[in-house]
């Protein structure tokens, strides 16, 4: 895999699709993994107790799989400066979760994308992720 260069990257491209399968395990082992024991991300029955379908992804792994849809596009060595999501409705585990988003800006070194993330009840996470990418 390759980092694009600022020659590649233009405002208003838009980022191939990325969907997740929110498998049972893919969402308590990267609750597990953050360090987040909060019962609602790993004990269906207490997820349910507190009026949630099932367990449910946590904010660490939503920021994780926002800043990794970034970088997969861009690539390894693209240094992320700033992320300012917005989360939605739960993201349950038995769903998909799938990122859009396209680059909105260019300043000083920086680029700007917008990501967006949806599961079957609607937005997941919206907001932006900028990044800058290394000289060459």
Known sequence: MRTLT??????????????????PTTVVSTALATMDFTPVHHDP????AQGSKDVFLNILTTMGLVERYVTDWAGPEALIRGINVKLGVPAYAGD?????????????????????????????????????????
């Open 45 to 48: 029955a207490s997820a349910r």
């Open 96 to 136: 998909r979760l799938t990122f859009t988003g396209a680059v909105v800006g260019r300043e000083d070194g920086e680029f700007t994308v917008e990501v967006r993330g949806r599961v079957s009840l609607g937005d997941h996470a919206f907001g932006t992720v900028r990044f800058a990418l290394p000289d060459r």
């Open 6 to 23: 600022e020659d590649e990257v233009q405002v208003g491209v838009a980022l191939p699709e990325l969907a997740i399968d929110l498998t």
